[in-house]
């Protein structure tokens, strides 16, 4: 597939540039934990530095878990841009692939190994994309901020977060572009990509059930905290929680649902789950993308009891359950949800967060940078459309956001030939792999908003 307006030369090597990169990022290991970022910044500040491109700079501590930032100044006033992006990756289990994982393998079209989806990739268009704009003279007014950074995989306490606390001189810009969005779908002869304005928060939470301890050959009237527990899954999940409709979820239903009754029902509380399962029977990816953003749920993952021995009643079961709230909602919402799921319930139970709570947010949209990422996909991919939503995970622009309330930070790596369905499942999985057309697409794309936007 050809990127409209863009010569086949300047793609050809433009895949060649960045599939070399990503290939080499790959094959530092940076699984997290522990990560090891510090070998990622060391080699991106070498491989500008091969360029020509000086005066990057590796960040952060503990002293093994850097980032490397790097600022291209016009010296001129004018808007600023941090493309952004994270250098660690999760685990791989060799076994399970076809090839090992990091590899960087170069085969049948594609990049492959831990990374190539998530998000080594960015690290690498990125970086060819701020090269590209050095090598012509860098941004006519305004700065671009070039950013891999550490620990966003697990927890993120170095990385983002350190940077944005400690290193605002660094990374304080108007407008962010960060992984997560970018991924298309088609409905109805449409090709609608996801723009990530916002994402949602966590509020993971333990139950704590407490019982009575005591001979297992004794049935127990009550007070045996299993069947409590079992008593409090079944509760919370069969528990109706209140629906919100916002913008998160406004732009999918509008551009992805094709029958107008349909919308109406989905747009509409009283109705809404209905029509999800209405909407799940004929499509049911995009009624997993919609559900989500429909409020917070709760699922129970995890089950422990302190009984060693099956022939003893347990006086304690952990029930571990992940929440995820929409910006603007708090864990106040949650608990008063737990509550009134558990009212009634023969059970006693206390309810502790699991790691920080952590609220989420989002940016305005749209905005002059929503006004350039749309215009210039319509460049290459003429027809195509935005899609304002959020993510229902978590990335690092929720720290800029919080930081730096000016600040408007959106999600979007578009990706070219291959859509949300083939490139999402590779996410954390076996044989993730980027076919290297959508990489040089990633790249050119992420040039072109930068010069547009500090033109
Ligand atoms: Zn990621």
Redesign the pocket.
Known sequence: MDIAGIDPAVVAEVECETSELLSALIQIDTSNPPGDETKVAEFMAAWFAQRGVTGGQIVGEPEHRRSFVLTLDSGLPGPSLLLLA?EDVVPANAADWQVPPFSGLIRDGYVWGRGAV??KNLVAAHACAAARLAASGGPARGKLVYACTAD?EEGSVGGARWLVRNRPDLVRTDYVIN?GGGHFLERAGRRVYILESGEKGTAQFRLIVKGEAGHASVPLRSGNAVVAAARVVEALVSHELPLVIDDSSEELVRLLVDSPALRERLRDPRTAREALAQLARRDVQLADMIEPLYGFAFSPTIVHSNSAAVNVYPTRVELSVDCRMLAGHDEQEVLTEVRTALDGVEADWDLEWVGPVVRGNSSPYPTPLAEVLGATLERYVPGAELANSHSVGF?DSNWFRAAYPDTVAYNFAPHLVEGYDEVTPRYHNVDERILIRDLAFQSLFAEAVARELLS
Do not use: M, R
Request: glycine fraction near 0%; avoid cysteine; proline fraction near 0%.
């Open positions: 994270h998530d998000i966003e992984e990335t």
